[in-house]
């Protein structure tokens, strides 16, 4: 077994989350289902941070980023539930907000139909 990465710490975190949500990089993975290179591109910027993370560490952490921020969205999302958050959940809601893979399915009532 490889061993264990370092734990990410918040100054780490807050500058993945920056280069994350940069429009190019956003683009670059909303056109591609194969995004190895982008995250690539990701940790290089990461190490231009002054941050020693691969590519795979950066991908690893940012699909934990959007798990967490939409199990608190979905959660959210229920009427009379109490309010639900994740670190960084408004620096997310930046990147992810719009995003319709990470909107909770609902039904829409249209109203009357002539």
């Given at each position: 077994?490889?061993?264990?990465?370092?734990?990410?710490?918040?100054?780490?975190?807050?500058?993945?989350?920056?280069v994350?949500?940069?429009?190019?990089?956003?683009?670059?993975?909303?056109?591609?289902?194969?995004?190895?290179?982008?995250?690539?591109?990701?940790?290089?910027?990461?190490?231009?941070?002054?941050?020693?993370?691969?590519?795979?560490?950066?991908?690893?952490?940012?699909?934990?980023?959007?798990?967490?921020?939409?199990?608190?969205?979905?959660?959210?999302?229920?009427?009379?539930?109490?309010?639900?958050?994740?670190?960084?959940?408004?620096?997310?809601?930046a990147?992810?907000?719009?995003?319709?893979?990470?909107?909770?399915s609902?039904?829409?009532?249209?109203?009357?139909?002539?």
């Amino acid at each position: 077994m490889p061993p264990r990465a370092p734990v990410w710490s918040n100054g780490e975190l807050l500058d993945l989350i920056a280069v994350w949500g940069e429009e190019a990089v956003q683009s670059q993975l909303r056109s591609s289902r194969r995004n190895f290179d982008t995250f690539g591109q990701i940790s290089r910027a990461m190490i231009e941070r002054g941050h020693d993370r691969d590519a795979m560490q950066c991908r690893i952490k940012v699909k934990e980023l959007r798990s967490a921020y939409c199990k608190a969205r979905e959660a959210n999302s229920r009427l009379g539930a109490p309010p639900k958050t994740c670190r960084f959940y408004k620096e997310l809601d930046a990147i992810l907000g719009g995003d319709p893979t990470t909107v909770p399915s609902t039904t829409v009532d249209m109203g009357e139909r002539d």
